[in-house]
């Protein structure tokens, strides 16, 4: 099974509105990893709660890496998204501390930002909190642009043998500014960063006939397998038993 991620990152809100008109537009759900809006310095995002329709899964995305008060963070994220059961916490900072934290406000379910090369398989991981599994990334768009001459194509995915196993999900994560400004390079998302949270319509995969990075990779991966093919993770975990 795929898991269709999207690490919201602060994007503006018609930039996520342009992506997930091209998500639903294949009729498949996809979960969106939301950051607290309320943190926006541009001022162009808001809360996505409610806003995208029931097939998708609203999880968290909280950022931890300038502050101990994780509570206080939790807390904050669970009052704007309260119907959240997961989490991938911006840049990668997890821990005891946080995951307890996470589970005591409901949460069931973390998704590693760490992206390994073998599969492996969503487990618990800590036998104080038994009704907690984490799961693992296996591919970030962000990653891709540092790969010289990736050719940003779903026959690049990693385990394609087992995308459409329904015992198995690989979590697959994009960010939106990145597909909408159909980045492919490192070099180009150093030259959009000044603008990163900015909606410029003459830019990016709209100036382009064809898409030919991200955009391009995330249409032929919704072209190329059916709708039942995708899940999200809560509803994964749900299907093989874990809660």
């Avoid at 009729?27 to 409610?50: E, I, M, W």
């Avoid at 959240?84 to 005891?96: E, F, I, Q, V």
């Amino acid at each position: 099974m795929i898991a269709l991620t999207f690490d919201i990152d602060w994007a503006p809100d018609p930039i996520v509105e342009h992506v997930m008109d091209l998500v639903d537009s294949f009729g498949v759900p996809a979960t969106l990893f939301c950051t607290d809006f309320r943190k926006d310095r541009s001022g162009h995002s808001s809360s996505l709660n409610q806003r995208f329709g029931t097939r998708h899964e609203i999880a968290l995305h909280p950022d931890f890496q300038a502050t101990e008060q994780y509570g206080e963070v939790w807390d904050g994220m669970v009052g704007l998204y309260p119907e959240a059961k997961g989490w991938r916490s911006h840049n990668g900072m997890s821990g005891w501390p946080i995951m307890r934290a996470g589970v005591e406000r409901g949460l069931r379910y973390e998704v590693l930002s760490s992206v390994f090369e073998a599969y492996v398989p969503p487990s618990r991981t800590n036998r104080a909190l038994p009704d907690c599994f984490t799961f693992m990334t296996a591919f970030f768009d962000s990653h891709m642009l540092h790969v010289p001459g990736y050719p940003w194509r779903a026959e690049a995915l990693p385990h394609r043998h087992l995308l459409e196993d329904r015992n198995s999900i690989v979590i697959l994560g994009f960010h939106p500014n990145i597909v909408y400004h159909d980045m492919r390079t490192a070099d180009e998302y150093a030259a959009r960063k000044p603008t990163y949270h900015l909606v410029d319509p003459d830019s990016g995969d709209r100036a382009r006939a064809e898409p030919v990075g991200a955009k391009k990779l995330l249409t032929d991966l919704l072209r190329s397998f059916p709708a039942a093919s995708f899940t999200t993770p809560y509803a994964y975990g749900r299907d093989v038993g874990f809660w």
